[in-house]
């Protein structure tokens, strides 16, 4: 399961949900100025600051630039 914790108006929040989108990959957003309580599940299970966090299977991942890396090294097989 890939999950990203995002907020609006975040520009790397949005290239990373359609990086995510363009492989084909699900994901489960956790927007958190729609629900608060977001942020301190977030605040549980990375020390990292900025959005997007996310996660597949349960790892911490980074932000949009590790997760372009990850793209870029061939990483992100679209059978996740
Ligand atoms: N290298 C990070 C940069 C992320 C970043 O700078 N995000 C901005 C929002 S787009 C941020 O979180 N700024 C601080 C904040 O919103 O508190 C990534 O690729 O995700």
Avoid: W
């Avoid at 990292?48 to 996310?54: F, H, L, S, V």
């Amino acid at each position: 399961m890939i999950e990203i914790y995002t907020r609006p108006g975040c520009g790397y929040c949005t290239h990373a949900k359609r990086l995510l989108t363009s492989k084909g990959l699900d994901f489960v957003e956790y927007d958190v100025y729609e629900n608060p309580k977001y942020i301190k599940q977030l605040q549980t299970r990375t020390t990292d600051r900025t959005y997007p966090q996310i996660f597949i299977e349960d790892i911490s991942v980074g932000g949009f630039t590790e997760l372009l890396e990850k793209e870029q090294c061939g990483l992100l097989a679209n059978n996740l």
